[in-house]
Nanobody, 122 residues
Framework: VQLQASGGGLVQAGGSLRLSCVAS????????MGWFRQAPGKEREFVAA????????YYAGSVKGRFTISRDTALNTVYLQLNSLKPEDTAVYYC????????????????WGQGTLVTVSS
């Protein structure tokens, strides 16, 4: 599966963005999806994940209550709604997919998108 992330940009603290990740192919529903982010000089870290059916979602503690992950099977798309953004949310955000794992361990994901940059100004 190929993944194409978009939706990043420059936003003021307290603002919102919605990231999208479109997956190629007709097997989107068989993949769990995740979002990760990587700030300059830091390790890539888990942000959120959603199960294949969309029934279960998981969040990093730092974004819980502010970010929401969702998926639309008809559009082969997974979304990440970012609200109440903070300067520390500044990073390149990556979407990822895996056929058998859903969760926060980045090494478990087999497929990755190219990333989209989110910059939050104070």
């Amino acid at each position: 599966v190929q993944l194409q992330a978009s939706g990043g940009g420059l936003v003021q603290a307290g603002g919102s963005l919605r990231l999208s990740c479109v997956a190629s192919g007709r097997t989107f529903r068989t993949y769990a999806m995740g979002w990760f982010r990587q700030a300059p000089g830091k390790e890539r870290e888990f942000v959120a994940a959603v199960s294949r059916t969309g029934d279960y979602a998981y969040y990093a503690g730092s974004v819980k209550g502010r970010f929401t992950i969702s998926r639309d099977t008809a559009l082969n798309t997974v979304y990440l709604q970012l609200n109440s953004l903070k300067p520390e949310d500044t990073a390149v955000y990556y979407c990822a997919a895996d056929a058998s794992y859903v969760g926060g361990r980045k090494d478990e994901y087999d497929y990755w998108g190219q990333g989209t940059l989110v910059t939050v100004s104070s």
